[in-house]
């Protein structure tokens, strides 16, 4: 009877060389390795991605149970009617909400610095008011300052103790400022109509001279006479405006 081969674990026989062993791949099945094949070669695309999102939504929705008073299932507290918690306000409660003192607030209705602050005719009464004290002093300085007559006027303790008379005192002196202002407007307004005279009788005896030398009289290009006859110098002007 012949013995039967005794077969050695593989693991018991001695190892070789790493270079030297075989090396045997693991065969893939076929399934597998075609549907590998097809996804390397075609990528799904975003709107396939985008729809497989939409069908598997990654958010729940919040149960009931879990959802505090402050955030209602139907509507937000700002888009409703109702701007407070409770049962809705009656018309007593929102009167005495309007009309109740508040510590750091602004005045309630019904009181003097709630019509104070909300009265437009009284705002509009201080504010031009305002703007004519500033005028007047703005031309009782300017008058101050130009009058030739400033000792003559009134002083404060005068107007305090006599107002009729120091403001008939002081209508008095602004008339004869304004007729010595009158009398200085004329007086220039005189020299300078016999300034123009002058230039035109010096013009005309310069074109008389000329005649009768035989020659034409040639004005200088960088003048000209103007409507009152007053020669000026000629200057460029942008757009017909500025010069």
Known sequence: MSALPVLVPRFLLPRGHL???????PLRPLAYAFHYSAAAAKPPSI??????????PAILAQPDKYRPPSHGKRLPRSETVSKSYGPKLT???KHRMRTKKYPNMMAPEGTFMHWFLHNKAIHSYITLGILVCLAIAAWYMDFMHKTIYGEMIPSTKEFLRHPIASTSRFIEIYKMQKAYDNEVYSQQRLRKYE????????RLERIREAEERGEEYQEDPRFYIDEEGVRRR?????FGIWE
Not at 234 to 238: M, Q
């Open 47 to 56: 709107a396939e991605q985008l729809k497989k999102q939409r069908k598997d």
């Open 91 to 93: 018309e007593e409660d």
């Open 19 to 25: 270079l030297l062993r075989p090396y045997v791949r």
């Open 234 to 238: 000629r200057v460029k002007r942008w």
């Open 195 to 202: 300034d123009v005279q002058k230039r035109k009788q010096y």
